[in-house]
């Protein structure tokens, strides 16, 4: 963090970028320019990459992927859009995959276009520097605020969202330790798509985890406080989306 933030790439306060407060403040704009609809920010589910370990880069490895951290806006129906901003895996085949150091990257998903990428310079101090004088310059031409794309649609935002998710569980060995998370998936409607645990090779490591079917954020936090309830777990448990087509 100190190397990033001699180059100019974070934030004096770190906090806005490592805790996902940086990337939430820009997805309420980008909800403004899609659907029309102004969210309080802290209305959106926000989790930053504070409690991401390397274990976790290494279970994203054996599942062909990595993990970013991504904000996501979507239109669930006519009327309801979701948005959040969570350290997320994601597919090595997928463009976000690829967007590395300073560089921030908008991916559009219409029906025409399928998927657009937009690619770009998103901290330093050159690029900094440009869109302030870009918005001195919008401010002196008096420019109006652009209009949403979508400036008839009347949409609610829903906090909450559906998606298949990655588990992380931190465990002491004991018995029945699979069947009763099992239990607990199928106490608040989680369908596990599979289990998967890497070599232990010291205390920190003694991690497993679990991938789901598609299923609401609401439920994966009714799982993870009751897996965290049990005696053999292991600190807090961990979740992020999974944004990939092959578990879905």
Known sequence: MAEASRLGYAEADPTLD???????????????????????????????????????????????????????????????????????????????????????????????????????QGAGRWPTANSVVNDITSIAKSDSTLAPFNVKQDFKFVNDFTSAFYIRIKYRDALGITRQCGEICEKFGVSIYSILQNPVRNRDDTAFVIITERVPLSSIKKVAADIEGLDWCFGNVFYMPVLSDNFI
């Open 18 to 120: 490592v805790d996902g407060f940086d990337a939430r403040s820009k997805l309420k704009i980008l909800l403004r320019l899609a659907y029309g609809i102004d969210v309080k920010e802290e209305e959106i589910s926000c989790r930053g990459i504070t409690e991401l370990t390397k274990v976790d880069f290494e279970y994203a490895t054996m599942l062909g992927g990595t993990i970013k951290l991504v904000g996501v806006a979507k239109k669930v129906d006519e009327r309801k859009v979701v948005a959040f901003v969570s350290p997320s895996y994601i597919s090595s085949d997928e463009t976000l995959a690829s967007v590395n150091g300073a560089t921030n990257a908008i991916e559009i998903l219409s029906k025409n276009l399928v998927a657009s990428t937009y690619i770009g």
